[in-house]
């Protein structure tokens, strides 16, 4: 994880042939969904690339600057895009689980102010080490001057870093993160819960009541594993280290979007087909 | 009302064993090396610095933790499932998960260690003994209080998910927050302690950790006495925080306005975090810096 200085290089750009043999499997996901089971399952199948590509694009968010970070080397939150995003992802759908008797909408917005609180805390609670703790001021190496504050970098920058800390730019950033991430996360248990309420009953046979925390259980790891795909896509997508909303990393995002929605498609369809 | 007293109460005792258990996450991946920083554990025998530090670093810290807490919580459900008491539930169930923490501890440290071989890294076997049950100890307070937590959230607050899927979930939470908050003081403020406080390490000084300590060479014992000065209640307030007001801005709001209570509130408490954020950052550049005289304007990106 310490792709220092890594830039912005890494071919940014996207492989025609390889978009349109992704494409291809996402329609041929969407297809075979529709066929067998239109409906609500194609409809979970929709909600579930959406909330697989929310977490993709909330991931450029999180400011992470792995193990430089942790030397103060270079800006962010000292670990990794996933394992981070994840985090806070998960912390969103914990809240996201727990409103969804209260209706869509406010389980959707309940996980996902689940996972930028839980940004919003970590992201304070890192600056408050990196200030008190260590003497270090925030310091972007990416940008000369913070995008929100209008705060200079250069000369707050140690001799040989490329900047540290978390400027304010990279806290708000990982609180959108954490916010799409939950959002996304949520979308996706709401979503597969549905499908699984639906459906569980009629095919083991019992009441609504019995299979209720089978599919509570099920789309909760669906959930879970669904998050970590796409986390991990995105990941990889970054490369190493990101700043944040400002960093040049974060134009990459179209590519990640696009894995994303396939790796969900797919992902999705087999949660999907589990009970149809 | 008394519910809800009961709830808050709840939130409290959960908020406070998620404080420990941030605490000890921490303490017990700075011995083991487990964080972002065991890269320069790793990388100093290659430039000549032979240490004796443990480095058990396959995973990170998220995804270990996420698998042990599961793994306590799925036994503890297990036990209780055949009517075992819940505490002695999860009381084995967390100390058969410290067992595969005990056993990845020792694997990965002899696996990572051998690798450095030819740059003259020995393996310590004392280390091996002595350092593996210290981290096998912090492991279990972390694993033992954050499966006690989501015992509370399943049992006492009726939250839906199964136990093992809340270890999972929290277990993985509790990983990120003190890997990102436990880790800079571990990486900078121990392993660099020959540089001047106040300051980023150069990049120039990757791989030079200090290597010895006050009496002889230091070991990552040493680390775990330095960083639960800071760095682990850090992490543990990180932690505990998460935990207390996510579960109490529920509790205590979402009654109001069809559930829309709990998310208004969750905005509050973000703009507030945000609001003493950015005062913590301005007392940092008023207090450190500027370390070079300020150019106007026009400074390369």
Redesign the interface.
């Given at each position: 994880?310490?792709a220092?200085g890594s830039g912005s290089g890494g071919g940014q750009g996207m492989k025609p042939v390889a978009v349109v043999v992704g494409l291809v499997i996402l329609v041929v996901a969407l297809a075979a969904v529709y066929f067998l089971a239109p409906g609500m399952a194609f409809m979970a199948l929709i909600g579930v690339i959406i909330g697989g590509v929310l977490i993709g694009f909330g991931v450029h968010f999180v400011p992470v600057g792995?193990?430089?970070?942790?030397?103060?080397?270079s800006p962010g939150?000292?670990?990794?895009v996933t394992?981070?995003a994840?985090?806070?992802g998960?912390?969103g759908?914990?809240?996201g689980?727990?409103?969804?008797e209260?209706?869509f909408g406010?389980a959707l917005?309940?996980g996902a102010?689940?996972g930028?609180?839980?940004m919003?805390?970590?992201?304070?609670?890192?600056?408050?080490?990196?200030?008190?703790?260590?003497?270090?001021?925030?310091a972007s190496g990416?940008?000369?001057?913070d995008p929100i504050?209008g705060?200079?970098?250069?000369?707050?920058?140690?001799?040989?870093?490329?900047?540290?800390?978390l400027?304010?730019v990279s806290?708000?950033g990982g609180?959108i993160g954490g916010l799409l991430g939950g959002l996304g996360g949520t979308l996706i248990y709401l979503e597969l819960l549905g499908v699984y309420e639906a459906s569980l009953p009629q095919l083991m046979g019992g009441s609504i009541d019995q299979i209720?925390?089978l599919a509570?259980?099920l789309a909760?790891?669906f959930a879970?594993g669904l998050f970590l795909v796409n986390a991990v896509i995105a990941a990889y997508n970054i490369t190493g280290t990101i700043e944040g909303p400002h960093d040049p990393k974060f134009k990459r995002f179209p590519r990640a979007v696009i894995g994303c929605a396939i790796a969900s498609a797919v992902c999705g369809l087999l949660a999907v087909m589990l009970v149809v | 009302m008394e519910e809800l007293l009961f709830g808050i109460g709840i939130s409290a005792v959960a908020g406070a064993l998620a404080t420990v258990s941030g605490a000890a996450e921490d303490t017990e991946s700075d011995i083991g090396s487990q964080g972002d920083p065991n890269s320069q554990v790793q990388l100093a025998p290659q430039m000549g610095y032979i240490h004796r530090i443990y480095s058990k670093a396959i995973s990170g810290e998220p995804p270990a933790y996420g698998l042990w807490c599961a793994l306590g919580a799925g036994l503890a459900w297990a036990l209780m499932a055949i009517n075992y008491n819940p505490v002695l539930a999860i009381v084995l169930g967390s100390a058969i998960a410290v067992f595969v923490q005990g056993i990845y501890a020792t694997t990965a440290y002899l696996g990572r260690t051998a690798s450095l071989a030819k740059f003259g890294q020995p393996v310590y076997i004392d280390l091996i003994k002595s350092v593996t049950t210290v981290t096998m100890a912090h492991a279990f307070i972390a694993i033992f209080t954050c499966v006690s937590m989501c015992f509370l959230m399943v049992n006492a607050l009726r939250h839906p998910f199964p136990l093992p899927l809340l270890g999972l979930v929290w277990g993985i939470a509790l990983g990120a927050a003190g890997s990102a908050t436990g880790n800079p003081f571990y990486g900078k403020e121990r392993q660099y302690q020959s540089q001047k406080f106040g300051a980023g390490v150069p990049i120039s000084a990757s791989g030079n950790i200090v290597r010895y300590a006050e009496a002889g060479q230091r070991s990552s014992l040493d680390n775990g006495w330095f960083t639960s000065k800071m760095g682990g209640p850090a992490s543990g307030v990180c932690f505990g925080l998460i935990v207390f007001l996510e579960l109490w801005r529920t509790i205590f709001f979402e009654g109001f306005a069809a559930g829309w209570g709990a998310v208004i509130a969750g905005i509050v408490l973000i703009l507030i975090f945000m609001i003493i954020d950015r005062m913590v950052e301005k007392w940092a550049r008023r207090t450190y810096g500027p370390y070079t005289e300020e150019k106007k304007e026009e400074v390369s990106s």
């Open positions: 994880m310490t220092l792995g193990a430089p970070a942790a030397m103060g080397q939150i000292a670990t990794g394992m981070l994840a985090g806070a998960l912390a759908l914990f809240g689980a727990w409103a969804a209260l209706g406010v917005a309940g102010i689940g930028a609180l839980m919003a805390i970590t992201c304070l609670m890192v600056n408050v080490v990196y200030v008190y703790a260590m003497g270090i001021p925030a990416k940008v000369a001057k504050t705060d200079t970098f250069e000369a707050y920058k140690s001799q040989g870093t490329e900047g540290h800390g400027p304010f806290y708000v609180v209720v925390p509570v259980g909760g790891i879970v | -």
